[in-house]
């Protein structure tokens, strides 16, 4: 089993962002995720952590929606189960926290560009490095993590979102993830490099902060939908979880999962 490679304190190598390809997750980073999902999400000391490490690295933030999505087989609302229902509701709070610190870039005793990047490390990374006892851990209730990362590995029902949903997210992806033109938003580490480089003022931040704010607005509708009471999502709102983690970590993951650019063009 190998791990991802991390290197440094404050920021770890894996806070890079991912390159166009699949993730091969590997059976103990599935273990921890599905664990995670499970209970862990729900701790307030754990919402502490997230919002200093601005959610997980790049390739955890992903994981972490792979293997929800791929795995959580039954749930309510009209799609039943597959669905990125744990993913929206932390989403939503993360975004809505940090588009209050973007719309205060100078409030918080930071430079702004310190403001954009994780002040804790990913707590999933950190996790990895806690060696097993016995090399054995168990998965939650019992389960098989190494079957389970084989089936998440596949990426079916992901694949399925991202491309279902491209249309509606592709336009407003970030030009310098993508290689692509267009006037989209830049995602967090492309906005922190605009600020170092003196490239983006508060203005822009201001701007990002507005659509974080609204982009959480439909990430409360969309997990409402996935509830026994809530409104099915239209498409907008279906193309929200791609768009904050797009934000948040990168949009290169999606846009080769719905076939927009291919893994010669990683990196
Ligand atoms: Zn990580
Ligand atoms: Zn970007």
Redesign the pocket.
């Known amino acids: 089993m190998s791990r991802?490679k991390e290197a440094g304190m404050a920021i770890?190598e894996?806070s890079e962002l991912l390159p166009a390809a699949p993730l091969l997750l590997t059976t103990e980073e599935v273990r921890l995720l599905w664990a995670f999902v499970h209970g862990d999400i729900m701790n307030a000391a754990m919402r502490t952590w997230l919002r200093a490490s601005l959610g997980?690295?790049p390739?955890?933030t992903w994981a972490y929606a792979v293997v929800e999505i791929e795995l959580w087989e039954a749930g309510v609302g009209a799609r039943g189960g597959h669905q990125p229902f744990d993913v929206s509701v932390l989403y939503e709070f993360l975004a809505r926290d940090f588009a209050r610190r973007l719309a205060l870039p100078h409030g918080w005793g930071r430079r702004p560009e310190a403001v954009l990047m994780p002040s804790r490390r990913?707590?999933?990374?950190t996790q990895?490095e806690v060696p097993l006892k016995d090399g054995f851990a168990l998965g939650y209730a019992n389960s098989n993590s190494a079957s389970l990362a084989a089936e998440a590995n596949l990426l079916l029902h992901t694949r399925r979102w991202c491309e279902a949903t491209a249309d509606e997210w592709s336009g407003r992806a970030c030009p310098a993830c993508l290689g692509l033109g267009g006037d989209g938003f830049p995602c967090r580490a492309h906005l922190a490099e605009r600020v170092r480089v003196g490239a983006a003022d508060d203005g822009a931040l201001a701007a990002s902060s507005r659509m974080l704010a609204s982009l959480a607005d439909r990430l409360a509708d969309l997990s409402a939908s996935m509830t026994a009471s809530g409104q099915p999502a239209d498409a907008e709102t279906e193309a929200s979880w791609v768009e904050v983690l797009g934000f948040f970590a990168g949009w290169r993951f999606p846009a080769f999962l719905a076939g927009l650019t291919d893994a010669s063009a990683a990196e």
């Open positions: 991802p770890p894996s997980f690295c390739r955890h990913c707590y999933l990374c990895l």
